[in-house]
């Protein structure tokens, strides 16, 4: 079974947790003091807070899968889409170790397919990675479309 995926970048943690603590109504099944998860079964949704980077807003979305099978599956999907891809095997991130698939939208949002293989004691190991980009794990950042003022302003 899959898990839609939210990661939001916050300016102030506290505030936030409680903000969605009480929306969701249950406390948050990981808290650390950079980053909060809720695991929720109705809606079904992995959902991330976290002040990892630059600018708060959508971080990036994704699909959390339950075997590496689905995770082949998706990926297959994206190059066929034509998109892009980042893998990263075993890599940790969000507390926790992970094998991903990333790529970009149309719109440069930030997508990470992930299975989850175990917890993780830290935030991740692609430290200057994460720095360079804007998203929270790793995510290579999109390119920069170039639009007219009438695409735009029309």
């Known amino acids: 079974m899959k898990r839609f995926h939210v990661h939001v970048a916050v300016a102030d943690l506290e505030q936030s947790i409680r903000f969605y603590t009480i929306l969701f109504n249950t406390d948050p099944s990981v808290k ?3 980053y909060a998860k809720w ?3 109705d809606p079904r949704i992995n959902f991330a807070i976290s ?7 959508l971080d990036h979305l994704g699909i959390q899968v339950d075997d590496e099978e689905s995770l082949k599956e998706i990926t297959l999907r994206l190059k066929k889409a034509n998109q892009e891809i980042f893998e990263q095997e075993k890599t ?3 507390y926790a170790k992970s094998d991903k698939t990333w790529a970009h939208d149309p719109q440069g949002i930030a997508w990470e397919s992930f299975y989850t293989i175990g917890e993780a004691v830290k ?3 692609d430290v200057d ?3 360079e980009s804007k998203a929270a794990c ?3 950042e999109a390119a920069p479309v ?4 009438e695409e735009c302003c029309s």
């Open 92 to 94: 940790t991130c969000c």
């Open 39 to 41: 695991m929720l079964d």
């Open 129 to 131: 990675l994460q720095r």
């Open 138 to 140: 790793c995510a290579a």
């Open 32 to 34: 650390k003091e950079d």
């Open 123 to 125: 935030y991740g190991e």
């Open 146 to 149: 170039e639009i007219s003022k």
């Open 51 to 57: 002040k990892r980077s630059r600018q708060a807003g």
